[in-house]
């Protein structure tokens, strides 16, 4: 089984790219399951039904978020009948919405975490203790396990891929939209990135059009974001292999694709 993890997608520009080479990577690569962040799909900020849907159609399979989960209100009305659109799953009690699902894919069953940091991000419960719970609730319903952990820094990240080597197919971070260069398999058999990187508009700042941050960065004022609708895109992902007989991951390949 080859499966697919798809950096945090940007707005219109980012929806138009991931079903672009969704598509394409889905046939070139052999890609079985795909998973994509898509906490910033509607407008650089939050998803909508539209925004979702196009994902769906565009050939994701579980739709994870993070902290930009709540900022189009109308998420509200959709996201508890989602089976599989979850949201971190450390934020309190009561929250809508779930922490993890279980996808079925011929014979196996996948299940999808989604957890955020705390460093440097709104104060949740602790990542570490709630993926621990996680693991104990999800033990004998799934064959194979993905964490897309949403968090800020490298250190972070790097803590929860060593804390779950050996315990998880994968964890994979987002929410800083730079892929970054250690993907690898930890020493116990978990594939791990830092961050998938992100899906849009590659001439701009994480997203947004490069004059507003820089105005922001040089005059220390406040700014109203816009996604950078020109110019090229960038697609980034990665594609993790997993046994058929052993449900062990086998490896993981960086796909970082630049117009």
Request: net charge negative.
């Amino acid at each position: 089984m080859r499966v697919m993890l798809v950096g945090d997608v940007i707005g219109r520009p980012g929806r138009r790219a991931f079903r672009e080479y969704v598509q394409k990577l889905r046939k070139e690569k052999s890609v079985d399951v795909v998973i994509v962040n898509g906490e910033n799909s509607a407008s650089g900020k939050g998803l909508t039904r539209t925004s979702l849907d196009e994902l769906y159609s565009g050939g994701a399979d579980i739709v994870t978020t993070g902290n930009h989960v709540w900022d189009k209100k109308d998420v509200l009305e959709f996201i508890d009948s989602e089976p599989f659109l979850i949201r971190p799953a450390n934020y309190p009690e009561g929250a809508p919405g779930k922490g993890y699902c279980l996808y079925p894919f011929k014979a196996k069953t996948i299940g999808v975490m989604n957890l955020s940091g705390r460093s440097f991000m709104p104060a949740l419960d602790c990542p570490f203790q709630k993926v621990d719970e996680l693991l104990k609730e999800m033990s004998g319903q799934c064959d194979i396990i993905f964490l897309d952990f949403h968090a800020e820094t490298t250190s972070e990240k790097m803590a929860m891929g060593w804390y779950l080597d050996g315990k998880v197919n994968g964890v994979v971070g987002t929410h800083t939209h730079i892929q970054t260069a250690d993907a690898r398999i930890l020493p116990q058999g978990t594939a791990y990135i830092t961050d998938l990187g992100m899906v849009g508009p590659w001439n701009s700042v994480l997203g947004v059009k490069t004059d507003k941050i820089i105005y922001k960065f040089t005059t220390g004022l406040p700014v109203r974001f816009e996604v950078e609708d020109q110019g090229p895109q960038v697609f980034s992902a990665v594609i993790v292999e997993i046994d058929d007989k052993t449900n062990k991951t086998m490896g993981i390949e960086p796909i970082l694709i630049t117009e």
